[in-house]
């Protein structure tokens, strides 16, 4: 069975209150005295407490004088000569702190009048409500008719006024499908992400609130509570604004909780398996690249159909803060429907790469386009831009590499003796190899400029940008410098491995040495990368044995190489990506992405793992 592991839940922290005594101080801390709102309750630790397997949070009628009394104050907490209620606020603050995740929380509420129980979240950083407040449940009157509300409040232009999305439900729409409700525990649950939280009960969608709306107003202008960890507080007040009059015959009044869970979303790769986007669809991505942007990953890569590797939608876009769990964005270029474009509905477009220009904000996307109809003879590199990561871009232009050009490390032999490619028709032959290797293909594309077909982008820490690809009837790699704002070349260029029958590159640097994996050509099957390394884009480069090794090595794992990601400062700080292609079944093609070790000699090597965690 496919393990759908790319969105699946781990438990990352509860408490089952499977103790007896005081609620676990790891986990939890007290609000202390009159809290908010006017309530009737004085918050203390003495009224929450473990037993068989439930915490009991117990409001309790108690008359006592209250500490903060002041005669004639105003303050409403000082103005109370006496206590008349007790109860306890429970919170997470410092303790348990979580960005994004799932919160269930199983529980048995008061329902009595007076009784307001919660279950909510606070933001660690700002002050209210521009740190964000989301309500899981809450209980209390509207003109004094019991409701249960799911909300989320934030910051707007006027300090301690917010900004509430509040949905309410009269208690009679849960009690007139069960009219035991009260009796029973029920689960109330929040799914919260970098894009939205979404509030349940028994499974049932309360309210949703999308992120991109909640950001802050002028007291912290461009933040967002909700993109910050935050802690939980279980409490029960009575009366104030919208608790009601108290039920005096309803105390010790209780508000039982049977657990709280948190669940975050797997940070774990699994190469080979389906990995489900937001939507719970297999990510759409191939021959792609990844784009470290702001705080995020975008993940370009085609769009590929249940029966054709034609471009019937273009290249998709996918983000991540994880590089686990990917969000669709939608079509980053997407095909033409004009039968004169050059990426009309069924052009070939593959190996999209993107790259960002430090020096004009623009997002630079290159790929290997082949004409509609026309099978893979036009070999061309394509250019489209954006000004955002996500897209959309607008395709600019395609056409061959550096026409006229000829690369710099041909020998002056080689740039002054002539080769007639008519005078080699039959091809593999000992003298077509050595007119290959001494350029029979370059000097046949001359004029029209070089052929491209699997492509990558790489840009050095100088900023200059590159063009690698497979070339020469895909029988050499060409590495082509582009110009300062990456949407041209520069006609500056070399060979390398003349008739060595590289494609699909991907290359990274590290410690001032490049390092590139390439695969054979053997079409949609797989075959045994092959692995350089240079200490100059320029060269020379050296070629090593197979990076990939243990079973099914000899096949890079069933894949074939894209890219690879670099990740300063994570634990594996370059990722291989790869290609499993299903040519059958375009669309159900599967990613390999495994971490880049490094032995001794710190010479790269790659080994499979069924999963692992891209962690810093």
Not at 22 to 46: C, H, I, M, T, V
Request: net charge negative; hydrophobic share 35%; charged share 25%.
């Amino acid at each position: 069975p496919l393990n759908l592991a790319a969105q699946e839940w781990e438990l990352v922290w509860s408490d089952e209150f499977d103790y007896t005594g005081k609620p676990d101080e790891k986990s939890w801390s007290y609000e202390k005295g009159f809290a908010r709102n006017e309530e009737l309750q004085w918050y203390q630790p003495d009224n929450a407490y473990v037993e068989n397997g439930l915490l009991i949070i117990e409001a309790r009628r108690e008359k006592s004088k209250n500490p903060l009394y002041k005669k004639g104050a105003k303050d409403w907490r000082a103005s109370r000569k006496n206590i008349e209620y007790t109860s306890t606020s429970l919170k997470t603050q410092g303790k348990k702190e979580f960005l994004y995740g799932r919160f269930e929380i199983k529980a048995r509420i008061p329902t009595a009048s007076g009784a307001w129980p919660a279950i909510w979240t606070l933001g660690k950083n700002m002050i209210w409500p521009s740190n964000g407040e989301i309500d899981i449940m809450e209980y209390y009157r509207i003109k004094d008719v019991p409701h249960i509300l799911a909300n989320t409040a934030w910051g707007t232009d006027r300090q301690y006024h917010a900004e509430w999305d509040s949905k309410t439900f009269p208690f009679t729409y849960f009690t007139d499908k069960d009219p035991q409700w009260a009796s029973k525990f029920h689960i109330w649950r929040m799914d919260w992400d970098e894009t939205a939280i979404r509030l349940y009960l028994d499974d049932e969608l309360l309210n949703e609130t999308f992120l991109d709306k909640t950001f802050n107003g002028s007291l912290y202008p461009g933040t967002n509570g909700f993109r910050q960890p935050h802690y939980l507080l279980l409490n029960l007040a009575i009366g104030g604004v919208h608790g009601g009059i108290p039920d005096v015959n309803a105390f010790p009044m209780k508000y039982e909780i049977d657990y709280v869970r948190v669940y975050q979303k797997k940070k774990e790769i699994r190469s080979g398996e389906l990995w489900l986007d937001d939507r719970g669809i297999h990510v759409n991505a191939h021959g792609g690249s990844v784009l470290f942007h702001e705080g995020k990953y975008y993940w370009f890569g085609e769009h590929k159909s249940d029966n054709t590797s034609s471009a019937l939608v273009g290249v998709t876009c996918y983000s991540s803060t994880d590089l686990c769990n990917w969000k669709y964005e939608g079509v980053a270029l997407a095909v033409s429907d004009d039968e004169d474009s050059d990426i009309v509905r069924g052009s070939v477009i593959e190996r999209p790469k993107v790259i960002y220009n430090k020096k004009n904000n623009k997002f630079i996307m290159w790929f290997h386009l082949e004409m509609k109809g026309k099978g893979y003879t036009a070999a061309r590199a394509a250019l489209a831009v954006s000004d955002t990561p996500a897209g959309p871009y607008t395709f600019i232009r395609s056409g061959r590499v550096n026409p006229g050009k000829y690369p710099f490390n041909m020998t002056e032999e080689e740039l002054t003796t002539k080769i007639n490619a008519d005078d080699y028709s039959e091809w593999w032959t000992p003298q077509w190899r050595e007119a290959v290797n001494k350029g029979l293909f370059v000097q046949r594309d001359l004029e029209d400029g070089q052929m491209s077909r699997d492509m990558t982008l790489f840009v050095d820490d100088d900023g200059k940008a590159y063009h690698i690809y497979s070339s020469e009837e895909n029988l050499t790699l060409h590495i082509a410098e582009l110009t300062d704002d990456y949407q041209a070349h520069t006609g500056k260029y070399i060979r390398i491995f003349p008739g060595g029958h590289n494609e699909a590159p991907a290359i990274f640097k590290k410690d001032g040495t490049y390092w590139m994996i390439t695969s054979g050509c053997t079409g949609w099957d797989p075959n045994e990368a092959r692995m350089f390394s240079a200490t100059s884009i320029w060269g020379p480069w050296k070629q090593y044995a197979n990076p990939c090794i243990g079973e099914n090595a000899q096949l890079t794992f069933g894949g074939q190489s894209t890219y690879i990601l670099a990740v300063p400062g994570a634990k594996y700080e370059y990722i291989f990506m790869a290609d499993i292609w299903r040519p059958k079944n375009p669309i159900d093609a599967r990613y390999i992405w495994l971490p880049i070790r490094f032995d001794g000699n710190g010479v790269p090597y790659i080994k499979w793992e069924d999963s692992w965690s891209p962690e810093y």
